[in-house]
């Protein structure tokens, strides 16, 4: 059981240049989100998706699109990265149905620096 | 705004039960209590979470006050494996971020 897959776990970037980054659950879970991590602090959300077809901004949406693609697959997309997007990027879902309260579950992350 | 408050850092001898506690005075009625840990370089992982009633699951137990406002997160036996970040967090049911702070750094000896 995979659970929540983050790709690429790496990547370096350009100021400037334009980057996907993807996210897919195998639980079966209706919510999905996108969380970055800076150096000594705690996650901030991005952007989330309560359900497929709909996207919502999070705390830190600035600089970022989304698409929930399908029930499973989420992306986080950076159109123009800037210095300041240097972070540690983590997808997560929960199962947002019929039982309220249901804990998030979080991918690995993708490490993400931007020069 | 800060809705929990945990020590900074403990130290936890191996096979010993490790106790982190977490403060959470302005808790309102729906709003449920979870711990995470964050193993260094890997994602949040899932721990426990509960409203009142105490919780127990293979990885730990969760004991809430009966007025809600603190609670303990109870490690059985703690193993190298367990040192970690674990982070306290207070959410609502319609809530769908989770605001992590700056948790508990504990550390596992030998």
């Known amino acids: 059981n995979a659970g929540v897959t983050q790709t690429p776990k790496f990547q370096v970037l350009k100021t400037g240049q334009s980057m996907t980054l993807q996210c897919a659950q195998d639980?079966?879970?209706?919510?999905m989100y996108w969380y970055r991590q800076d150096p000594g602090m705690g996650l901030r959300l991005i952007y989330y998706s309560a359900s497929e077809g709909t996207t919502d901004k999070g705390e830190v949406p600035n600089g970022y699109n989304v698409s929930r693609l399908n029930k499973r697959e989420f992306s986080l997309r950076l159109e123009s990265a800037a210095p300041s997007q240097t972070s540690v990027y983590f997808c997560a879902s929960s199962d947002t149905g019929i039982r309220p309260n249901q804990p998030q579950h979080f991918g690995d992350g993708t490490r993400l620096s931007i020069l | 705004d800060a809705k929990t408050t945990q020590p900074p850092s403990m130290d936890c001898a191996e096979g010993r039960a490790a106790n982190l506690p977490c403060n959470h005075s302005?808790?309102?009625?729906?709003?449920?209590v979870y711990w995470y840990r964050q193993i260094h370089s890997q994602g949040p992982q899932y721990i426990i979470h509960?409203?009142?009633n105490n919780e127990t699951n293979e990885m730990a137990s969760l004991i809430i006050t009966e007025d809600r406002k603190s609670s303990t997160l109870i490690l059985p036996h703690a193993t190298l494996r367990d040192t970690a970040v674990y982070y306290c967090i207070v959410r609502g049911s319609n809530d769908y971020k989770l605001s992590f702070g700056a948790g508990t750094t504990v550390t596992v000896r030998a």
């Open positions: 509960g409203l009142k």
């Open positions: 302005t808790i309102s009625g729906n709003e449920y």
């Open positions: 639980m079966n879970h209706n919510s």
